[in-house]
T-cell receptor, first 113, second 117 residues
Framework: DVKVTQSSRYLVKRTGEKVFLECVQD?????MFWYRQDPGLGLRLIYF???????EKGDIPEGYSVSREKKERFSLILESASTNQTSMYLC????????????FGPGTRLTVT | AQKITQTQPGMFVQEKEAVTLDCTYD???????LFWYKQPSSGEMIFLIY??????QNATEGRYSLNFQKARKSANLVISASQLGDSAMYFC??????????????FGTGTLLAVQP
């Protein structure tokens, strides 16, 4: 069965802390994605990776970085968390070839105080 | 610029009735794909249905069908015989371009569906 897991469902951090969100997939997918979801804004792409050590910025990369050292693992890093990064973070993965659907993890609800 | 528009922030439907969730898209690509995802209150995004731009038939998956009207750039989701478990947020999404390494999706803002007994 297809599986994408995220390290935490809920996370509370303080302003200025460095935050790591981990995502692991077991489907041997080439592509991995990080989104943030905010009410009324839908899902917005932060970063994606199409191969190990390869990454590209999405629509809202400011304040975030990513790491992909192994094919199955994609990490999102908040270098210095701020209150406006309070959000739901969703990780997804997909194959490069059709049918292209992305499989999502359960999400991490991050609160920065 | 590529864009997905969902104009219905929220909808109600009676149990066992059919409901249509609207989605329009904007793209200059000839090859693209359209997806619908369901997000229950638990938060996980569940893939429902996919339509490729070159697919001649409308996609169907069980009680879900996608009403694809290419000339109007619309890709509405039809749920037949609504069930209480269909209450969720529904997102329309479009894959940019003809495939390849990136396969990025652009999402709409979602429609919150409430099924009433």
């Amino acid at each position: 069965d297809v599986k994408v897991t995220q390290s935490s469902r809920y996370l509370v951090k303080r302003t200025g802390e460095k935050v790591f969100l981990e995502c692991v997939q077991d489907m041997d997918h080439e592509n991995m994605f990080w989104y943030r979801q905010d009410p009324g804004l839908g899902l917005r792409l932060i970063y994606f990776s199409y191969d190990v050590k390869m990454k590209e910025k999405g629509d809202i990369p400011e304040g975030y970085s990513v790491s992909r050292e192994k094919k199955e693992r994609f990490s999102l890093i908040l270098e210095s968390a701020s209150t406006n990064q309070t959000s739901m973070y969703l990780c997804a993965s997909s194959f490069v070839v059709a049918p292209y659907e992305q499989y999502f993890g359960p999400g991490t609800r991050l609160t920065v105080t | 610029a590529q864009k997905i528009t969902q104009t219905q922030p929220g909808m109600f439907v009676q149990e066992k009735e059919a409901v249509t969730l609207d989605c329009t898209y904007d793209t200059s690509d000839q090859s693209y794909g359209l997806f619908w995802y369901k997000q229950p209150s638990s938060g996980e995004m569940i893939f429902l249905i996919y339509q490729g731009s070159y697919d001649e038939q409308n996609a169907t998956e069980g009680r879900y069908s996608l009403n694809f009207q290419k000339a109007r750039k619309s890709a509405n989701l039809v749920i037949s015989a609504s069930q209480l478990g269909d209450s969720a947020m529904y997102f329309c999404a479009m894959r940019e371009g003809g495939g390849g390494a990136t396969n990025k999706l652009i999402f709409g803002t979602g429609t919150l569906l409430a099924v009433q007994p």
